[in-house]
Structure formats: C-alpha cells, structure tokens
C-alpha cells in the first residue's frame, strides 16, 4: 500500500508538473531549442579541441559559425515569409477555387461529402488563418535567435566540462550524472548525425524546389531540416506545404514530381547518408516513439516534437538512475542505441 501511495504521489506531481510546463512552453522552448543545437554542434567543438585548439576558441570560433549562418538564415527565412504572407490573399483565392473544384468531382463521382466539407477541417478560411498564424508566430521566433545562439554557446562549456570532469572520474559517484555520461554520449551522436544528414537532403530539397521553380524554397528546406528532427512523420509534415504549393500553381503534374523528389532524397537520407555515419538505431519501440511525439508536441508546440526523441529517452534514463528499483534497469539502459540487426524499428529516418 505504501508502494501504491508513492506511485499515486508521484503520478499527481507529474501532472502538476506538465500542466505548469504546457503553460511556460513559450519560455521552455528557447532552451530546448538551444540543448538540441549544443548537443548537435557538440562534436564540431570536440573535434576543434582534439586538433589542438584551445577549448576557449574552439567555442569561440563554433560562436561566430553560428552567428553568421543563423544571421543569414534569419534574413532569408524571415524575408520569404514576409513575402508569403503579403502573397497570401492571392494564394487565398487559388485554394477556394481548387476547393471548389476538388468538391464538383465528389459530387460528379457521387460521393457525398456533405459532412466532411461540414465538418469545417478542410474550410480555406480556417487552413489559411492557421497557416498565417504559424508563419507569424515563425518571424518572431526568429527574433530571438541571438538568444538561442549565446544559450548554445553556455551550453557548450558546460557539457566540456563535466565531460572533462567525467573523464577526470570525478562524477563516478553523481546518482544521475554517472548513469547520464554514456547516455550523453549517444545522444550527441544521435542528434548530430541527423543534423548533418537532415542538412544534406534539406541541401537536396532546395535544389529539387529551385529546379521545379517552386516559390519560398528556402523557406522550405529549412523547415524541413528541423522536421527532420521529428520522427516518422517529419518528412511528411515537411513535404506538404511545398507539394499542395506545386498543385495549386502548376497542378498534379508538378505536385507528383516533387512529391516523389522528396521520397527518393529520403530514401537516400534514410538507407545509404545515415547509416554512413551511424551504425546503431534507437532503442525504441513504435509505440513509444509516437505516444512521445504526442504528448510532447500538446505539452510544448512544435518544438515539443522536435525534441520528443531525446526528451523521452533522458526522462527514461533519469527515472532509472533515481528509481530504488531501477539500478538493473538503469544498467540496461546504459546506451540508448543497439545495433541495427537488433533493433525493433528504424527510427534513423529523415523525417524523425
């Protein structure tokens, strides 16, 4: 009873304590968002400071590399979404009379969707508010880059120097920090070589738009590099803009050229760039990846399921490693990653 007591305790503070998240989201996410770039960026540093750099200008230098590309990002993506906000109305009207048309053809083929077009889901009013919406909340995001970018480079020297620590042995006696140095380590791993293999096929992606003259490429490509980050249905969530895009402007044709496109670059991300660099997959079942991704994205927004992945995975080692029952587990759960011929579902997709 006392067992149940605790569990019962515990389980009504989890709930406090994500209802208190859900409302400071706004404020959480910009640290996030800036763990999930140190930990990505991470080996760059280390590889400057194995080649003999100092450790104090190896984060320097990786500072004025992300100072100057997320300056340029941010003048090139808050630009083009400038723009298509202004194209808007325009693209407004095209998506009604695609509407339109789309429900002519249930109807010719019989079709009753009454209940469906009823339902208010599919409204152009409604997609395209919430499509101007998102874009605006995006530009003042971008605003805040600077910060993110100086949150970045604090987070750096703090993980050199608990990994000087660690290597030292001075924490091999820390409950968690003990337990958290291997799974730190795949961590890293995990999320840069999906950063580097998601900025090959967003590299892919922009070539494929520029080339099909599709408008706002950049903007696309950079979303699909961080959807990237999103397991399984990232790819997905990325394709669609562009492609619904391509089909209001140059019709299915077009739409199913560029569709296509972005599955033969995810095969290639997902069967021949990522596994180049990593030879393990996560140890994470299905089920476990999408409850996840659900629950972190109502919790945190976007950035939620940006980072669904590493948030679950350090909840679980933490949970082991402060767990009066969970020292066997926590023994077991020492690497996150397994070999690919042991894994149980190959989360090493670009659109995770």
Known sequence: MD?????????????????????????????????????????????MIRIRIPRIWAVVFTFILL????????????????????????????????????????VAMHIDTSKLWSSGIFDPDKILGMASATLSRVTSMLSGFFFVI?????????????????????????????????????????????????LISSVADLILLWILGIDYAILWAVMAWFLSFIPTIGFIISMVPPALLALLLFGWQKALILIAGYIVINSIADNVVRPFFMKEGLKISFLELMISLIFWTWLLGIIGGIVSVPLTMAVKQVFAALSSDGETE???????????????????????
């Not at 304590?17 to 959480?28: E, F, N, T, W």
């Not at 808050?78 to 429900?103: C, H, S, W």
């Not at 100086?150 to 987070?155: D, E, P, Q, R, Y």
Request: proline share 3%.
């Open 3 to 47: 067992r149940l007591n605790k569990y019962l305790i515990a389980g009504a503070c989890l709930v406090v304590m994500a209802a208190g998240l859900r409302q400071i989201a706004g404020l959480v996410n910009p640290f996030l968002l800036a763990l999930l770039l140190a930990f990505a960026i991470l080996p760059l540093t280390a590889w």
């Open 67 to 106: 100072l100057v590309i997320g300056t340029l990002l941010s003048i090139l993506v808050g630009n083009t979404i400038i723009r298509l906000i202004a194209d808007m109305p325009a693209y407004e009207e095209q998506f009604k009379a695609f509407y339109t048309r789309v429900n002519e053809w249930f």
């Open 150 to 198: 100086i949150l970045v480079v604090l987070f750096l020297f703090q993980f050199l120097q608990l990994n000087k620590r660690m290597a030292d042995g001075q924490l091999k006696d820390h409950l968690i920090l003990s337990r958290f140095g291997p799974f730190s380590g795949d961590i890293t791993k995990y999320l840069s070589v999906t950063a580097l293999s998601g």
């Open 330 to 352: 926590g023994r077991n759960q020492d690497s996150i990653l397994v070999p690919k011929a042991r894994r149980r579902i190959a989360v090493g997709r670009r659109g995770r």
